[in-house]
C-alpha cells in the first residue's frame, strides 16, 4: 500500500490549494492508499540562512517534518503561483529539510521518493506557469514526479460545501494522476 504526504504550498486560511491538497487526499484514501494530509503552517522554521543552520541547527520543526517525509512513498503538492514560480513558503521548506545532520545522508527527506504536482488559482491559468518549476524543483532534490499534472482555474467556485471537487475536468484530472502517484509508489 502506497504511503502519501499530502501537503499544500499555502498556509492562508480557505486557500485554494490546501482544498485541492485535501480533495486529492480524500481521492488517495478511495484508491487505497494510506493517506497524511499535513499543514506546513504546524512546521515553522525562519529563512534558510546557512550561518543560522550552523548557529543554531535545524529547527525541531523541521526535523519532526523530515521524519514525517521519510516515512512516505511519494507526496501529492498542490501550490499557488507567486508571479510565475513556487511560493517562498515551499522553497525555504524544501531547502530546510535537505540539509543532514549527525550521520544522516543528505537529502534524507527526498532518497526514493515520488510526487504528483497540481496547482489552483482563481484566475484563468491555474498555476500553470508555476508548475514546470515545481517539477524542476523537485527533480533538482532527487524526487521522481509522475507524469502529468493538475491545474484548476477559477477554482473559487470548484468545490462543494464537503470539499469534493465540482469541476468534473478537474476531478478526473485529479483521480488520473493519483492513480499514476499511486501506481509508480507501489511499483
Known amino acids: 500500500m502506497a504511503k502519501l504526504l499530502v501537503f499544500s504550498g499555502s498556509t492562508r486560511a480557505n486557500s485554494l490549494n490546501a482544498k485541492l491538497a485535501a480533495a486529492a487526499a480524500a481521492i488517495a484514501q478511495q484508491q487505497g492508499a494510506d493517506v497524511t494530509l499535513i499543514n506546513l503552517a504546524d512546521y515553522p522554521a525562519s529563512i534558510y540562512n546557512g550561518d543560522d543552520e550552523t548557529a543554531n541547527g535545524i529547527p525541531e520543526s523541521i526535523r519532526q517534518l523530515k521524519k514525517i517525509m521519510a516515512a512516505h512513498d511519494g507526496f501529492i503538492i498542490s501550490s499557488p503561483e507567486y ?105
Open 83 to 187: 508571479n510565475g514560480h513556487i511560493p517562498p513558503l515551499l522553497s525555504n521548506t524544501f531547502s530546510w529539510a535537505s540539509r543532514a545532520e549527525n550521520d544522516e545522508t543528505g537529502m534524507v527527506a527526498y532518497t526514493g521518493k515520488k510526487a504528483a504536482i497540481m496547482g489552483a488559482s482563481p484566475g484563468r491559468l491555474g498555476g500553470i506557469r508555476m508548475l514546470p518549476r515545481l517539477r524542476d524543483t523537485l527533480a533538482e532534490l532527487g524526487i521522481t514526479v509522475v507524469p502529468g499534472f493538475v491545474t484548476l482555474p477559477m477554482a473559487t467556485s470548484a468545490f462543494a460545501d464537503d470539499g469534493a471537487l465540482t469541476n468534473e475536468a478537474a476531478a478526473t484530472s485529479t483521480h488520473s494522476l493519483v492513480q499514476r502517484l499511486i501506481a509508480s509508489c507501489n511499483a
